[in-house]
């Protein structure tokens, strides 16, 4: 296991350019790489990707592994995955991080597998630090502690992969900042890999764009839609409330289920996690399902009729009072006195 | 060409405690499912109905596996009672705790017990655990092709034709079988179970298997062979400063509450 050294982070793109969520977790690698003292490698696989390079040596790459090939035009499982093994059996970094998207949950399981090594899902945070086997009587220095949410928000669990390497993890997006730049060494490796390795047992027959990307992780101010919103009704002022802040809607999942918004829009341990300046909760009791997700938010107001709602605790200002009521009349203030701010 | 009638197709499934329910966590952090209801997961019915349809249209064999405790074969007679033809369950204690890479390892085995099969259908995700890595991990175990977040597929000779959910989108693939695929419950409404088919299923066998019956070995499974460790729970701090916003009306209230956005400047930007 001492010659497992490194951190790595796999790099998502949509062909123009680097995922949020992968400069996130580039940010978090850099600073545990730098408290283990060793060096942060970005993968970058694709094709027409090596504009993309510069990217990564801007946020912190010390080293990109970048094989830009025709044949990787297509995210295919099979080929990724064993482009990527290969590489991680090569170069035997610790820490091996991708994005808990989509793409990043399809490839991080088949690679663990691969390599018969622990994988833990969706990350709320990393760090690092010690662990003492006292069954086996083995102590463990500076591995891994991945940090994810458990039985519905209330707890959090530390898992840790002890006896394997490297540790994988991926991590749920919306969790860190997008970091300053601040460049690495910025070494550049092309990887070739030959025609004998390649599979052709699934073939990409379309890719369908049919979401902008969401605004959610974007936004300054949020505006969460609840239950106490009744329908539609309630939707529409809170949606010109958004809209009178700059900002956006998103909404607890009942509302989701209900039809009410587009599931792009659901915030907590089963949908996106954000970090607005304001997240102002409407009709939202305060689940920890839900307020997992807008933990790292600066300021949460809430809007509630109910001061025994759990809301009440875990918000930093709160208005008691109907949002009928309450919303309209704010919004009649920021419309007339609109420089009142 | 195969004939589509002569297709096997295995379903997994997961016994999940009911959501509603409180479920106890043990020292070692794992759920102590011994004393709550257990229901089969969301996508996994759905699984469970994709395989049913394609038997309704071609006649093909479907096959339920389950890895979990004997209480677990209540979710398999349920899937018997939706009109699958076999149903496996694997128990054994020493599997008790295994993360997902001993779970995949564990239905590797089972499935390559059963010997042939044309396609695999998994859930996406579990509502318990939820890392949505079984399905890929059983996968690589057998080497074969996957699609992942799959909203619909189709069978087409030798291939399966599908649509999965991407970052940004959607992806139309063509795999060829035998594959693994994990559905979303979105893709189907499952069947519920009607009276006579319960009673079918209440006479139909359920073969158990223990880690011996799969030849898997010990030291891969359960808590002690699994790569993953649950080191520590805590509380999650999710208290906030709670200050109440004074005002004897809404007026107020609302003058209150625009004074306090523009001390935070959260909103210096905006106007
Ligand atoms: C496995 C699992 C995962 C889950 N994941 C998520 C998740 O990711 N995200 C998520 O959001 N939820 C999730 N949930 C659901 C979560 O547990 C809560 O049920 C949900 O967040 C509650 O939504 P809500 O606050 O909108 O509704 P409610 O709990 O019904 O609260 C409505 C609130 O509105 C107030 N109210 C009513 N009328 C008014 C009014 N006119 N003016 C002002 N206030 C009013 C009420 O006082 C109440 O506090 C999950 C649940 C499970 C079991
Ligand atoms: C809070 C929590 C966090 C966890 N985190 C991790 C982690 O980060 N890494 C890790 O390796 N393990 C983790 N585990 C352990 C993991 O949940 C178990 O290994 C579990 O048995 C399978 O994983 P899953 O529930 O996540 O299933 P998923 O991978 O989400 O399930 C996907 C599909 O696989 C099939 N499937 C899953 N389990 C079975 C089964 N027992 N029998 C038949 N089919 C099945 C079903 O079709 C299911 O829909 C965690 C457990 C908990 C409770």
């Not at chain 1, 760090?127 to 500076?142: A, L, P």
């Not at chain 2, 339920?64 to 496996?88: H, N, Q, T, W």
């Not at chain 2, 649950?230 to 709670?242: C, F, H």
Request: charged share 30%; glycine share 10%; aromatic share 6%.
């Amino acid at each position: 296991m001492k010659d497992y050294s490194g951190v790595w982070v796999y790099a998502e793109h949509d062909g123009n350019a680097i995922s949020r969520s992968t400069l996130e977790i580039m940010g978090k690698g850099r600073e545990l790489a730098s408290r283990l003292g060793v060096e942060l490698s970005v993968v970058l696989f694709g094709y027409g990707v090596s504009d993309l390079v510069e990217t990564l040596i801007e946020y912190g790459a010390d080293n990109v592994y970048v094989s830009d090939d025709e044949r990787l035009k297509y995210y295919k499982t099979l080929n990724y995955a064993k482009l990527l093994t290969e590489l991680i059996r090569r170069h035997r970094p610790e820490i091996v991080l991708f994005a808990a998207s989509y793409k990043g949950r399809d490839l991080a399981p088949r690679v663990a597998a691969s390599l018969r090594t622990g994988l833990t899902a969706n990350c709320i945070d990393l760090d690092i630090g010690d662990f003492e086997d006292r069954e086996k009587g083995e102590r463990f220095e500076k591995i891994l502690y991945q940090i994810v949410p458990a039985y519905g928000g209330n707890v959090v669990a530390t898992i840790i992969t002890p006896y394997h390497r490297p540790q994988i993890a991926t991590v749920r997006p919306g969790n860190f900042q997008v970091p300053e730049k601040f460049p690495g060494k910025g070494k550049v490796f092309q990887i070739n890999f030959g025609s004998e390795d390649w599979d052709d047992d699934v073939e990409v027959l379309e890719v369908e764009r049919d979401e902008e990307d969401s605004k959610l992780e974007k936004a300054r101010v949020i505006v969460g839609v609840g239950v106490g919103a009744r329908g539609s009704e309630g939707v529409k002022i809170l949606k010109r409330l958004a809209e009178a802040l700059g900002g956006t809607l998103g909404a607890t999942r009942p509302v989701v289920d209900a039809g009410l918004l587009p599931h792009e829009c659901m915030i907590g341990e089963t949908g996106k996690v954000v970090r607005p300046e304001l997240y102002l909760a409407c009709g939202i009791s305060g689940a920890a399902h839900h307020m997992i997700g807008v933990r790292g938010a600066k300021v949460i107001i809430a809007i509630n009729k109910d001061p025994k709602s759990p809301i009440c605790e875990a918000a930093d200002y709160i208005v008691i009072g109907d949002i009928f009521e309450v919303v309209p009349k704010l919004l009649e203030k920021l419309g007339k006195h609109g420089d009142a701010l | 060409m195969k004939q589509v009638t002569e297709m096997n197709i295995i379903v997994l499934i997961k016994q999940v405690p009911d959501p509603r329910e409180y479920v106890r966590i043990r020292e070692d952090g794992t759920l102590d499912r011994e004393k709550t209801r257990g229901l089969i997961n969301d996508c996994d019915k759905s699984a469970l109905e994709a395989a049913l349809r394609l038997k309704e249209r071609y006649g093909c064999r479907v096959t339920a596996i389950s890895m979990g405790p004997p209480k677990a074969e209540d979710a398999l007679r349920e899937a018997l009672a939706m009109g699958i033809d076999d149903a496996v369950l694997i128990s054994d204690r020493r599997a008790r705790g295994s993360d997902t890479l001993a779970t995949s390892y564990v239905l590797y085995k089972a499935i390559e017990k059963l010997g042939k099969f044309d396609l695999i259908i998994c859930g996406a995700e579990s509502s318990d655990g939820g890392t949505a890595q079984v399905g890929p991990e059983l996968a690589e175990f057998l080497g074969i092709p996957q699609a992942t977040f799959v909203e619909d597929f189709e069978v087409e000779g030798n291939h399966i034709l599908l649509r999965r959910r991407m970052d940004g989108g959607h992806e139309k693939l063509r795999l060829a079988m035998p594959a693994l695929i994990t559905v979303l419950k979105e893709i189907n409404k499952p069947r519920t179970t009607t009276f006579s088919g319960i009673l079918r299923a209440m006479n139909m066998p359920i073969s158990i298997w223990s880690l011996e019956d799969i030849g898997a070995e010990v030291d891969k499974v359960g808590l002690s062979g699994s790569p993953t460790k649950i080191m520590k729970i805590e509380k999650v701090n999710l208290r906030r400063r709670k200050i109440l916003i004074e005002g004897d009306n809404v007026e107020e209230k609302v003058n209150n509450l625009l004074r306090i956005l523009r001390e935070e400047g959260v909103l210096s930007e905006v106007v």
